[in-house]
């Protein structure tokens, strides 16, 4: 299936959208600087489908659901056209298996790739004020913090990248196999 160059050209561009839209959920949710202008571009990027969502879905707390169901359904429709140009034919259960496992496992992505930034610019520019920079640290922060209540630094070691690392790549090889 991924053979076919128009299958995998309509799956790369579906999930760079895809990973721009979970990026900006993911700002949003780590309460990341919205001024600094990598956010403004992935604001941009996301606001021509979001703004119409958000007039219908309100927010749930913290959670911007209408970002949530914006992924969804980039996903969703991700799934049906690569489906449909396989030959595929599922039942609306799969469809919604392979939309939420699939959206999750391009989060725990974001992530994954978001920490392995953040540990490379520990090593190479620690305490940059770069704007990529900076927003990385903003959305590993809760990570780390999440991690930190249950590892300790050990003096000036963190090991807390190292469990991140193995817990996303755990959770993403139970998802492979619905993830599209």
Do not use: E
Not at 23 to 47: E, M
Not at 71 to 77: E, F, I, P, R
Not at 82 to 88: D, H, L, Q
Not at 169 to 179: E, G, N, R, V
């Amino acid at each position: 299936m991924t053979s076919d160059p128009f299958v995998f050209l309509i799956k790369t561009i579906a999930n760079l959208y895809l990973f721009v839209v979970l990026l900006r959920l993911v700002l949003q949710f780590s309460r990341a600087d919205f001024y600094n202008p990598i956010s403004q571009g992935i604001v941009k990027a996301t606001s021509p489908l979001l703004l119409p969502l958000r007039k219908v879905i309100p927010p749930i707390g913290r959670l911007d659901t209408s970002c949530l169901v914006l992924a969804l359904a980039v996903q969703l429709l991700t799934t049906v056209i690569i489906f449909m140009m396989a030959g595929f034919s599922a039942t609306p259960a799969h469809y919604a298996i392979f939309t939420v496992v699939g959206t999750l496992y391009h989060l725990l992505d974001l992530y994954f790739w978001a920490l392995l930034i953040s540990v490379i610019l520990s090593w190479v520019a620690p305490g940059a004020n770069h704007p990529g920079a900076m927003l990385v640290g903003q959305i590993t922060a809760p990570l780390y913090k999440a991690c930190h209540r249950v590892i300790p630094t050990l003096g000036g070691l963190d090991l807390s990248p190292i469990f991140l690392f193995l817990a996303i790549s755990l959770l993403k090889q139970f998802l492979a196999p619905y993830a599209i």
